[in-house]
């Protein structure tokens, strides 16, 4: 990449888009994009509760090519949202780059590269985190993208393999080929979601590069989040499954300071969210995991909870839920 095309695109920061400002201001926390979880209805309720950006849903860059109908759900948004990020994963910067240019078109404010997904059918094909084992293609990918895109583009990263951890090398060829942010998970492949998150390779990168850093892994409650801040000197702070059960923590609340009331209003919201978004069956079927997470810390018999949890009719879920929740 000539030094010119280099100057051209040293201004994209994402702090520069609006709404985000800074990092390291007002509102530090961004949900994970996590496949099945991070739709619109899901999404957009957290970024309404304060996650500074709002990432879909990660998509195949094959299928954005080959199969637009298939992804089109995981790639809606709303204008309220912004900042969107789009997240692609592939193993070829070509196929990636045409994605891309695919996906631009849609409007999203930054282009993630997944990096992290250690899912064996993924990453054992060389994508999500087996693409951390490629670094002259990972070079080559944000190479391609800084150069032909006009909008920031970002890398969440893992820690790499047991055998080879190389998130500090992945993530200064992320900067140096024009990225603007790096997003780090603290756990290699092999870990996937178990054992502890290293927060201190997580510092290792924040000291290696310049852009900002925003760190991911075991960030569980509100105090998570100035600790994590605190030991790896992280831009942001990613949150994921912890969210799950427990949006409100964008809004500065861990679980139990939620009132029941509360808890009622903001299910009712992210439900009807997903009855319209995709019509009252599927929509009711595909919120019943967010609701058994939401419910998780009432002490609910296995009977209630299978009656609640199988309701095929809207109303006779919002009765019941009401009930549940008012006793």
């Not at 998509?59 to 789009?86: S, T």
């Not at 293609?137 to 800084?146: G, M, P, Y």
Request: a positive charge; charged letters at 25%; glycine letters at 8%.
């Amino acid at each position: 990449m000539s030094d010119s095309t280099c100057n051209r695109y040293k201004h994209k920061s994402v702090s520069d888009l609006g709404g985000l400002q800074d990092l390291r201001g007002l509102r530090p926390t961004i949900l994970a994009p996590m496949d099945g979880y991070s739709d619109w209805p899901f999404r957009s309720l957290c970024r309404d509760l304060g996650s500074a950006m709002s990432y879909t849903e990660f998509v195949r860059a094959a299928d954005v090519l080959n199969r637009p109908h298939y992804v089109e759900k995981k790639l809606a948004y709303r204008e309220e949202e912004r900042p969107v990020v789009y997240q692609l994963y592939g193993h070829e910067a070509e196929t990636i780059l045409e994605a891309a240019l695919r996906l631009r078109e849609r409007g999203p404010d930054i282009l993630d590269v997944n990096m992290g997904c250690p899912n064996n059918s993924i990453a054992n094909r060389g994508a999500g985190v087996g693409l951390m084992r490629s670094p002259r293609e990972v070079a080559r990918i944000f190479k391609a993208l800084t150069q032909y895109l006009d909008i920031p583009i970002t890398g969440k990263i893992r820690l790499g393999w047991e055998d080879h951890k190389n998130y500090v090398q992945i993530a200064q060829i992320i900067e140096e080929n024009g990225g603007a942010l790096v997003a780090v998970h603290g756990r290699t492949k092999e870990q996937g979601y178990t054992g502890k998150a290293d927060w201190d390779a997580i510092a290792e990168v924040c000291q290696a590069v310049s852009i900002p850093v925003v760190g991911n892994g075991d960030v569980k409650t509100v105090a998570d989040i100035q600790a994590m801040r605190d030991q790896t000197g992280c831009e942001g702070v990613m949150i994921g499954r912890a969210a799950r059960g427990n949006p409100w923590i964008f809004s500065g609340l861990d679980r139990g300071e939620v009132s029941p009331s509360r808890v009622e209003e903001t299910m009712l919201i992210h439900l009807n969210r997903s009855l319209e978004f995709y019509g009252p069956k599927r929509g009711l079927i595909l919120f019943r995991k967010f609701a058994a997470r939401y419910l998780s810390p009432y002490d609910l018999s296995p009977e209630v909870r299978r009656k609640l949890l199988t309701r095929e009719n809207p109303s006779e879920f919002k009765a019941l839920l009401a009930r549940i929740i008012g006793n």
